[in-house]
C-alpha cells in the first residue's frame, strides 16, 4: 500500500511541476526581462528602473559576465550584489540603444540576442566611450524568478 501511495504521490507532484512550468509564459517573460533590463541602461535611468528589473531575479541570483564577472555561482545575497554593483553605473550612458534580434527556450532557459548600441562616459578627464556589439544573454529560470544569468558578447 505505501509502494503504490507513493507512486501516486510521484505522478502527481511530477504533473503538477509540469503544469507549473506550461503556465509560464516564456515570451512574456523575456520580452518584459529585456524592457526593463534596457530601462536601466538608458540616460536617464532610475532606481525605480533598477528595482523592476531586480523583480526578475531570484534573491540568490547568480551572474556571470565575462571576462568581468566570472563566478555564476549563487550566494544568498546575489541579487543585493547586484543591486549594489548597477547602482554604480546607472546613468553613465549618454546614449543606449538595443535591438531584440532572436529569442529562444528551453525547459528551464531563456536565450536573449540583442544588438547594443551605447556611448558612455566612465571617467570625466576620458574621452567618450562609442561602442556597438551583438549581446546573448541566457537565463536560467527557478519558480518563475531568474536563478542565473549568463552574458556573451
Known amino acids: 500500500m505505501k ?4 507512486i501516486t504521490a510521484g505522478i502527481f507532484l511530477g504533473y ?4 507549473g512550468a506550461e503556465d509560464f ?9 529585456f524592457e526593463a533590463w534596457t530601462a536601466t541602461q538608458s540616460p536617464h535611468a532610475t532606481k525605480e528602473d533598477l528595482e523592476h528589473y531586480l523583480s526578475f531575479l531570484a534573491e540568490d541570483v547568480g551572474h ?3 571576462p568581468y564577472d566570472t563566478d555564476d555561482t549563487r550566494y544568498p545575497d546575489g541579487k543585493e550584489s547586484m543591486r549594489e554593483g548597477m547602482t554604480r553605473y546607472l546613468g553613465v550612458h549618454i546614449e543606449y540603444h538595443a535591438k531584440l534580434i532572436a529569442l529562444t527556450y528551453g525547459l528551464n532557459a531563456v536565450a536573449i540576442q540583442f544588438e547594443v548600441s551605447k556611448k558612455a562616459i566612465r571617467d570625466p578627464d ?3 566611450v ?4 551583438n549581446s546573448l544573454e541566457l537565463l536560467e529560470i527557478e519558480n518563475g524568478k531568474v536563478s542565473v544569468i549568463r552574458k556573451y558578447h
Open 64 to 66: 556571470e559576465h565575462i
Open 25 to 33: 509564459d516564456q515570451e512574456n517573460f523575456a520580452l518584459n526581462y
Open 16 to 19: 503538477t511541476l509540469q503544469a
Open 126 to 128: 576620458q574621452p567618450i
Open 130 to 133: 562609442s561602442i556597438t556589439y
Open 3 to 6: 509502494e503504490l501511495l507513493s
